[in-house]
Each structure stands twice: as C-alpha cells, then as structure tokens.
C-alpha cells in the first residue's frame, strides 16, 4: 500500500481576517472533517508541522521582507496588500506553513512516506522575495524546492501550478535557474496578469519556465490533454529527483473566482498523471501543497480525490480513458500550438 502523508493542524485556521475573506479559515475546516469520515480515517499517515526558521524563509525571502511580515505579531490587523492581510497570529501560521512543507519534504525523502500532502495555510504561489501577495505570506512551495536542492542536495525539482491564477512568485524565484523548472496552467487574462507564453526563463534558466496560459473554459478533458502533450513530455525529459504540486481547486467548476470546468474525477485524473510519471522519473516522490480553492463544498470533494488517487485507491489502473474522449480540441489547440513552438527549441519531446 502507498504511504500517503498529510500536513494538518488546527493552528492553520488562527490565520483569520477580520471580516469576509475567501481565503478564509473554514477551507480548512472542511478538509479536516472529510478527514474524519468513514472513507478516509486511518488511511493516511499525520505528518506533523513545525515552524519554519528565518533561515529558511530566507531560502527564498528577503531579510527585510521577513522581519516586515514578524512585525505584524504586534498589531491587531496589518494590508499588506490590496488582498493580503495579516492578524496577530499570521506570522507564526505562515511559518508553520513552510515547516510543514519541509516536514513533508523531508519525509518523503527520508523514505517515511511516498508521498504527501500539505493541507496548510496561508498559500503562498503568489507571494514574491519582498512582498505578500494575493492572499499569500510566504511562498511554501518555493521555499519547499530550494530546500530539496541547497539543503537535501538533491539536482532537480518539478513544481506543477494548476491554480486558476498564475503563481508569480514562484516563477520568479527560480526564473534564472535550471535545476528547478516551473510549470503552469493558468486563466488568463487574470490576476496577477502573469505568466505569457513568451516567459521562459533568463540566462542559464531558459526553457525552464513553462506558461499554459487558457481562456475559461477547459475542463476536465482538456487539462488532461495538456498534461499528456505538453507536462508529461517535458517532465520525462528533465527526470525531476522531486515534484512539488501547487495545487490549487479553483480551477473547479463552481468556484466562484473561477472561470475553468474542472471536476473532483478531473482533479483525480491530473494527479494520476503525475503520479505516473513521477513514478518514472523519481521514485514517486511528490509533495502536493494546498494553494487556492473557494467552493468549500468542491474544494472539500475535489481533495478527497486526489488523496484517494494519491494512495491507489481510484484509478488504480491508470488514466480515465472516458476523459480523454471528451476533448473540446477548439479550446486548448491556440495555445498548444504556440507552446510548443515557443518551447520545442529546449524539450526535444515536445
């Protein structure tokens, strides 16, 4: 049986605003009830968080930025931007957001676990060097990767961004680098109003940026075909060491920030793809980490597919051929198209 993790603690829901917040603290509360059902308890192993240090903040943040986002501890409600607020208890929540992905890092690598699941918050894809961002504190993928690579020296590291919006802070760290290559599907145009096909990378990282930028619309048939034309291809050709999943359930078909039709199936598909190649390229080793999601009813749904598929529970004998079929060519081709002229140069499987 495959030993899935899963991050959780109830300390994640003191990130709290003062008033209506999609990001809010009952996405978790759902998640941690589902947790408890029938179907689901006992299945999975508890990883437990702890807080991340400045020095591993600093793996991705700046100095200044940290101490900035500390100083919030002391008043009673910080904006630290137009749609990021912190209250009292943000600091120590976003930090135990970091150190519970590196906890999950270190134990897939550790080989306690074959994979894991980061149910935390604050999200953190959009969250930039110097600046919160778009609900996000720190960025707990980003930081998780460079963790993998300077600490746990590992070569290369996957990260995969299925959010609705376009994880800019992420890009951005690893923009001029090889060992870590960033992939995204995102609406566009959309906040942050990043993420162009032209955005490939600079200097040594050209070709490791990967932007899929899509109109609203596609589904579940075609975020498959994108992952098996153009993620799988270039993943199996980078042969990741790990893979991290920015995997955010606003893509979903009733999300209200939303403009995409996936399903809970859908998600089940898309993790099952990765699964698959990750088996091929690195031993299985893949840290998914929650980022958006604002349908509590599918955000909750949604999760428990992936979890099951995560652990070999559903789909157990590959991908929903009945998906594939379903296809709308005439929403994803455009863009197909373009991808694979503008990134066929650096991915000879394309």
């Given at each position: 049986?495959?030993?899935?993790?899963?991050?959780?603690?109830?300390?994640?829901?003191?990130?709290?605003?003062?008033?209506?917040?999609?990001?809010?603290?009952?996405?978790?509360?759902?998640?941690?009830?589902?947790?408890?059902?029938?179907?689901?308890m006992g299945k999975f192993i508890q990883v437990e968080p702890r807080r991340a240090t400045h020095e591993e903040l600093e793996l991705i943040h700046d100095r200044d930025y940290v101490?900035?986002?500390?100083?919030?501890?002391?008043?009673?409600?910080?904006?630290?931007?137009?749609?990021?607020?912190?209250?009292?208890?943000?600091?120590?929540?976003?930090?135990?957001?970091?150190?519970?992905?590196?906890?999950?890092?270190?134990?897939?690598?550790?080989?306690?676990?074959?994979?894991?699941?980061?149910?935390?918050?604050?999200?953190?894809?959009?969250?930039?060097?110097?600046?919160?961002?778009?609900?996000?504190?720190?960025?707990?993928?980003?930081?998780?990767?460079?963790?993998?690579?300077?600490?746990?020296?590992?070569?290369?590291?996957?990260?995969?961004?299925?959010?609705?919006?376009?994880?800019?802070?992420?890009?951005?760290?690893?923009?001029?680098?090889?060992?870590?290559?960033?992939?995204?599907?995102?609406?566009?145009?959309?906040?942050?109003?990043?993420?162009?096909?032209?955005?490939?990378?600079?200097?040594?990282?050209?070709?490791?940026?990967?932007?899929?930028?899509?109109?609203?619309?596609?589904?579940?048939?075609?975020?498959?075909?994108?992952?098996?034309?153009?993620?799988?291809?270039?993943?199996?050709?980078?042969?990741?060491?790990?893979?991290?999943?920015?995997?955010?359930?606003?893509?979903?078909?009733?999300?209200?920030?939303?403009?995409?039709?996936?399903?809970?199936?859908?998600?089940?598909?898309?993790?099952?793809?990765?699964?698959?190649?990750?088996?091929?390229?690195?031993?299985?080793?893949?840290?998914?980490?929650?980022?958006?999601?604002?349908?509590?009813?599918?955000?909750?749904?949604?999760?428990?597919?992936?979890?099951?598929?995560?652990?070999?529970?559903?789909?157990?004998?590959?991908?929903?051929?009945?998906?594939?079929?379903?296809?709308?060519?005439?929403?994803?081709?455009?863009?197909?198209?373009?991808?694979?002229?503008?990134?066929?140069?650096?991915w000879k499987n394309l």
């Open positions: 049986m495959v030993r899935t993790g899963i991050v959780k603690d109830n300390r994640y829901m003191d990130h709290v605003a003062d008033d209506y917040h999609p990001e809010s603290h009952r996405r978790l509360e759902v998640l941690y009830k589902m947790l408890q059902a029938p179907d689901m101490q900035l986002v500390a100083s919030t501890a002391s008043r009673s409600y910080t904006m630290l931007d137009p749609d990021t607020y912190a209250c009292p208890k943000s600091y120590e929540t976003a930090k135990l957001a970091a150190g519970g992905v590196l906890m999950a890092v270190d134990q897939v690598l550790g080989g306690k676990l074959d994979n894991a699941f980061a149910l935390v918050r604050p999200p953190g894809h959009h969250a930039e060097a110097n600046r919160a961002m778009g609900f996000c504190l720190f960025n707990n993928v980003a930081i998780g990767a460079e963790h993998a690579i300077k600490t746990r020296k590992l070569k290369k590291a996957l990260i995969i961004d299925w959010d609705l919006h376009h994880g800019n802070g992420t890009q951005h760290s690893f923009y001029e680098r090889e060992d870590i290559l960033y992939f995204s599907t995102h609406q566009s145009p959309y906040y942050p109003g990043t993420g162009g096909i032209h955005e490939t990378g600079k200097g040594a990282g050209k070709g490791f940026t990967v932007n899929v930028p899509l109109t609203q619309g596609p589904g579940d048939s075609e975020f498959m075909k994108i992952f098996e034309e153009i993620l799988e291809p270039i993943a199996m050709d980078f042969k990741p060491n790990i893979i991290f999943v920015s995997a955010g359930f606003d893509i979903y078909y009733q999300d209200p920030l939303g403009g995409m039709q996936v399903t809970p199936q859908g998600f089940s598909n898309l993790a099952r793809i990765i699964l698959e190649f990750a088996q091929a390229t690195c031993n299985g080793k893949v840290v998914f980490v929650l980022e958006g999601g604002y349908h509590l009813d599918g955000l909750r749904d949604s999760v428990r597919e992936v979890l099951k598929t995560m652990r070999g529970d559903v789909l157990s004998q590959g991908r929903n051929g009945e998906i594939r079929e379903k296809v709308d060519r005439r929403l994803i081709d455009p863009v197909l198209k373009r991808v694979r002229e503008t990134l066929k140069p650096f």
